[in-house]
């Protein structure tokens, strides 16, 4: 039977991670595919073939991982997303569970797994969200203010985008998103001329700081994923080089034992000829 250090070896070699998302694209192109009637009419059979198929590789790769990590496996948060992902497509897709047929494609996302790179953006992202909350609280009193300003000044105006406090939250939603911005403020403005110092403070508030407080952010909390896994990664090979120093000052020690116990056989052996 292979050891449990043989099986991790063997998952966490290079080569199979990239024989893992090879298979996770073209799993990704075979959904794709079955979306189109005309390609599946003709080429069905095939593309529900590769499909099982893939959901074999995948059962079978969760297994041997789960079989080379052990306890440990249920500790990383990866593994737990890849183990839901991959459970979702083992249960029977009829009556009320119909639905999970369409939750195939969450399949795709194992390559946030499976790419470094995109699990260190990934857990940025996760990271940044405590941040984000008082941004979006600012960014909620903002959008209060200003509808509550813009319902009270251009109501009258422009009830179709003004008339209400919801009908102005969302025009103002749309103009800091930079949809529907200069037509309707070219249309306010044309009935009250100095509307647009209104529209130009929400716009330099909302969009130009408030939005980049999003970018900054998210931008910094990926920097400090990036970080960490490099100080573990460097905390990872001094770690190694201990146990290696430690396995060689062993071996130096136990060949100075033997030494020491070669030279007094040797001692002994010569003590009765000087007599």
Same mark, same amino acid.
């Given at each position: 039977?292979?050891?449990?250090?043989?099986?991790?070896?063997?998952?966490?070699?290079?080569r199979?991670?990239?024989?893992?998302?090879?298979?996770?694209?073209?799993?990704?192109?075979?959904l794709?595919?079955?979306?189109?009637?005309?390609?599946?009419?003709?080429?069905g059979?095939?593309?529900?073939?590769?499909?099982?198929?893939?959901?074999?590789?995948?059962?079978?790769?969760?297994?041997?991982?789960?079989?080379?990590?052990?306890?440990?496996?249920?500790?990383?948060?990866?593994?737990?997303?890849?183990l839901?992902?991959?459970?979702?497509?083992?249960?029977?897709?009829?009556?009320?569970?119909?639905?999970?047929r +369409?939750?195939? *494609? $969450?399949r795709? =996302?194992r @390559?946030?797994? #499976?790419?470094?790179?995109?699990?260190?953006?990934? %857990?940025?992202?996760?990271?940044s969200?405590?941040?984000?909350? +008082?941004?979006i *609280? $600012?960014?909620? =009193?903002? @959008?209060?203010? #200003?509808?509550?300003?813009?319902?009270?000044?251009? %109501?009258?105006?422009?009830?179709?985008?003004?008339?209400?406090?919801?009908?102005?939250?969302?025009t103002?939603?749309?103009?800091?998103?930079?949809?529907?911005?200069?037509?309707?403020?070219?249309?306010v403005?044309a009935?009250?001329?100095?509307?647009?110092?209104f529209?130009?403070?929400?716009?330099?508030?909302?969009?130009?700081?408030?939005?980049?407080?999003?970018?900054?952010?998210?931008?910094?909390?990926?920097?400090?994923?990036?970080?960490?896994?490099?100080?573990?990664?460097?905390?990872?090979?001094?770690?190694?080089?201990?146990?290696?120093?430690?396995?060689i000052?062993?071996?130096?020690?136990?060949?100075?034992?033997?030494?020491?116990?070669?030279?007094g056989v040797?001692?002994?052996?010569?003590?009765?000829?000087?007599?």
């Amino acid at each position: 039977m292979i050891s449990r250090s043989a099986a991790r070896s063997f998952v966490e070699r290079p080569r199979f991670q990239q024989v893992v998302i090879g298979v996770i694209v073209l799993n990704a192109v075979t959904l794709g595919l079955q979306t189109s009637r005309s390609v599946t009419a003709e080429h069905g059979e095939l593309l529900m073939a590769l499909d099982r198929a893939a959901l074999v590789f995948f059962v079978t790769e969760i297994a041997v991982r789960l079989y080379a990590h052990g306890r440990e496996f249920f500790r990383d948060p990866w593994s737990l997303f890849d183990l839901v992902v991959v459970g979702i497509a083992l249960i029977p897709a009829v009556g009320p569970f119909a639905v999970l047929r +369409s939750l195939r *494609v $969450l399949r795709v =996302l194992r @390559l946030f797994t #499976a790419i470094p790179a995109m699990r260190r953006v990934v %857990g940025g992202l996760l990271s940044s969200l405590p941040g984000m909350a +008082s941004i979006i *609280v $600012l960014l909620g =009193l903002v @959008l209060y203010v #200003a509808g509550v300003l813009a319902t009270t000044l251009f %109501g009258a105006v422009r009830p179709e985008e003004f008339g209400s406090l919801d009908h102005s939250l969302f025009t103002l939603f749309q103009i800091m998103i930079g949809e529907v911005g200069m037509d309707v403020a070219k249309d306010v403005m044309a009935a009250e001329p100095l509307a647009w110092i209104f529209f130009v403070v929400y716009i330099v508030v909302s969009s130009f700081a408030v939005l980049n407080l999003f970018i900054g952010v998210i931008v910094s909390s990926v920097e400090s994923e990036f970080t960490r896994e490099q100080f573990a990664a460097e905390e990872q090979r001094d770690a190694e080089e201990t146990v290696v120093v430690a396995s060689i000052l062993a071996e130096l020690k136990a060949l100075r034992a033997e030494v020491a116990d070669l030279r007094g056989v040797t001692r002994e052996e010569a003590s009765p000829g000087r007599g």
